[in-house]
């Protein structure tokens, strides 16, 4: 009787260089990164993935800019996107903490930035500051 053979598991290895570190992780697993980290890290992976969508940051920027509430129409043309796509940023922003939706005197709802995400501001400044003066 010939004994049946099983092919060893195959890994990949997450560069986690700039941590010191890489993690040799099972292929059919997902790495958490949180248990391997410090919990800031999976936070942080959290926002940046949130505001890499599709004209996320752009509404931040904008709202950033205005400096007041928003309505959805006035951020829709701003930002050059459809309905659906700002409509759903907006939610995912909010329920992430970095906007909020105000009431104004016209009785439509207004978007803002949220004190807490005010204090990106600097940051978002810098970024693209950063990208528009970067050599190509």
């Known amino acids: 009787m010939v004994e049946a053979v099983t092919a060893p598991p195959k890994y990949?290895?997450?560069?986690?260089?700039?941590?010191g570190t890489a993690a040799c992780v099972d292929a059919g697993e997902t790495m958490d990164i949180e248990a391997a980290c410090d919990p800031v890290y999976g936070q942080m992976d959290d926002l940046l993935e949130i505001l890499t969508r599709s004209k996320a940051l752009h509404i931040m920027l904008v709202l950033d800019q205005k400096g007041y509430?928003?309505?959805?129409?006035?951020?829709?043309r701003r930002v050059d996107s459809s309905s659906t796509t700002v409509s759903r940023r907006l939610k995912e922003l909010q329920d992430h903490?970095?906007?909020e939706q105000t009431a104004d005197s016209e009785e439509a709802g207004g978007y803002a930035l949220t004190e807490q995400a005010r204090t990106l501001s600097p940051i978002?400044?810098?970024?693209?500051?950063?990208?528009a003066n970067r050599p190509q």
């Not at 978002?124 to 990208?131: A, I, P, S, T, Y």
């Open 12 to 19: 990949h290895w997450r560069d986690l260089s700039f941590m």
């Open 69 to 76: 509430p928003m309505r959805f129409t006035d951020l829709k």
């Open 97 to 99: 903490g970095l906007i």
């Open 124 to 131: 978002f400044h810098d970024l693209f500051n950063w990208v």
